[in-house]
C-alpha cells in the first residue's frame, strides 16, 4: 500500500459517519469512531435544564455475536431512543450493558434494554451505590423514568467487577476495568 492509499485510510477510519435513528419526537445522532464502535454525544446540560436526560456521551460496541452498550442514558426515553439507534446499525442483540458509574446520567436508561435481557455490569460498588440512590433517582428523575414510583426501572448491575474482565462479543473482546476512586467509587473504564 502506498503512502497516499495509507492516509487515505487513516482518514477514513477517524471520519466520523453519522447516523441518525427517530425515535417518536427525540432522534439520537451516532458518530463511527472505528469499524463497530460508535459514540453518541450528550448535549452540555445542567441538572436544571430539560436536556438533562441525554446529558452523557454513551455509546456501543459491535462483535459479530452481540453489542456492548457502555452507559445507557439519562431516562428511559433516551434508552429507548439509543436502543432504536443501535437497531439502525445491527440486528444484533444487547448482551451487555456496561454502566461506567452511578450517576443518573449514566444508568436510568437500563431498564430499556431488558427485552434482549443483557448482563449489566457495573463495578463491585455500583451495586450497592445504586441501591442507595434507588430513592432519590426514583424521586428526584421521576420525568425521566415515566412518572412516580417508578424504583423498579431503576436497575443496577447483575454482575460486578473487582479487577479486570473481559467480555466477548464474538471476534471481539472488550476490556472492563475497575478503577480505585475518581469520579465516584464505583467506576469502570471500558
Not at 455475536?65 to 431516562?75: K, N
Not at 427485552?115 to 463495578?123: K, L, N, T
Request: contains cysteine; hydrophobic residues 45%; charged residues 15%.
Amino acid at each position: 500500500m502506498n503512502m497516499r492509499s495509507r492516509l487515505l485510510a487513516s482518514a477514513s477510519l477517524w471520519l466520523t459517519v453519522s447516523l441518525t435513528a427517530a425515535s417518536g419526537s427525540a432522534s439520537m445522532t451516532l458518530e463511527q469512531l472505528a469499524p463497530g464502535v460508535y459514540l453518541h454525544r450528550g448535549a452540555h446540560a445542567s441538572l436544571d435544564d430539560s436536556a438533562r436526560a441525554d446529558s452523557a456521551n454513551i455509546g456501543f460496541i459491535v462483535g459479530q455475536r452481540c453489542v456492548a452498550v457502555i452507559d445507557s442514558g439519562g431516562a428511559l426515553a433516551t434508552g429507548r431512543a439509543f436502543a432504536q439507534a443501535i437497531k439502525t446499525v445491527t440486528p444484533l442483540p444487547v448482551c451487555y450493558v456496561i454502566n461506567t458509574h452511578v450517576h443518573f446520567d449514566h444508568v436510568l436508561g437500563n431498564a430499556a434494554f431488558q427485552a434482549d435481557q443483557p448482563r449489566i455490569v457495573g463495578h463491585q460498588a455500583l451495586g450497592e451505590a445504586m441501591a442507595a440512590n434507588r430513592d432519590f433517582f426514583a424521586e428526584s428523575f421521576a420525568d425521566e423514568l415515566g412518572g412516580q414510583g417508578q424504583h423498579n426501572l431503576v436497575i443496577g448491575p447483575d454482575l460486578l467487577v473487582d479487577g479486570e474482565l473481559d467480555l466477548d462479543l464474538g471476534g471481539r473482546v472488550v476490556q472492563v476495568r475497575a478503577v480505585a476512586t475518581a469520579h465516584t467509587n464505583a467506576d469502570l473504564t471500558v
